[in-house]
């Protein structure tokens, strides 16, 4: 088994596969839209470089570094349990989409759509209760008039035993 030497800085590795050193990262807002994001002081590869046609001076520093931000929703935070971390930006270099950030972008709108989804169930739900609650609440008022009724219609005279009369008079007459 071989045994590689680490890493002496984090890495950066983008959705499209390639990569590039990280010298220094803060977590900063990008102004004035309020984006919450990472600025990372980068050292790329040659790939990169050679991919984008980056140039000393225009694009790089005269050391070769480059300041770059990406939002924080195309940066995955690496644990911290190793001495150098690995870094998964979704997008490319430039902040384009990839695959992988396509793919992102996909599953975090349907788990958006299904809270909205769980929300509106919720709310049809309690509404549902509430209902339900209601009826009750009305069915029991409906009975205590119902059972008015025929007590009134009872005692005006002309009054029907029920099965439940009946036996009672039936014990009474036992008792006697």
């Keep these: 088994m071989v045994d590689p030497t680490p890493p002496r800085y984090d890495e950066a590795v983008f959705g499209d596969g390639s990569m590039a050193q990280i010298l220094a990262y803060r977590k900063k807002q990008k102004l004035p839209e309020g984006i919450?994001?990472?600025e990372f002081i980068l050292n790329p590869s040659n790939?990169?470089?050679?991919?984008?046609?980056?140039?000393?001076?225009v694009d790089l520093n005269d050391e070769g570094y480059v300041i770059k931000w990406?939002?924080?929703t195309q940066v995955v935070l690496p644990e911290a349990?190793?001495?150098t971390r690995?870094?998964?930006m979704l997008c490319d270099f430039k902040g384009n989409q990839t695959t992988l950030s396509?793919?992102?972008a996909f599953d975090s709108e349907r788990i958006v759509d299904l809270q909205r989804e769980n929300k509106i169930l919720r709310a049809s739900k309690a509404k549902a209760y509430e209902q339900m609650n209601e009826i009750a609440s009305q069915m029991s008022i409906a009975m205590k008039k119902y059972t008015e009724l025929v007590s009134i219609a009872r005692k005006a005279g002309g009054?029907?035993?029920?099965?439940?009369?009946q036996?009672?008079?039936e014990r009474r007459r036992e008792n006697e």
């Excluded at 790939?47 to 001076?57: A, P």
């Excluded at 009054?159 to 009369?165: N, P, Q, V």
């Design 86 to 88: 690995r870094w998964i």
């Design 167 to 169: 036996e009672e008079e």
């Design 36 to 38: 919450d994001g990472y």
């Design 159 to 165: 009054r029907i035993l029920t099965e439940e009369d």
């Design 102 to 104: 396509l793919k992102h």
């Design 70 to 72: 990406y939002p924080s």
């Design 47 to 57: 790939e990169i470089i050679n991919y984008f046609h980056l140039m000393k001076g």
């Design 81 to 83: 349990r190793f001495p």
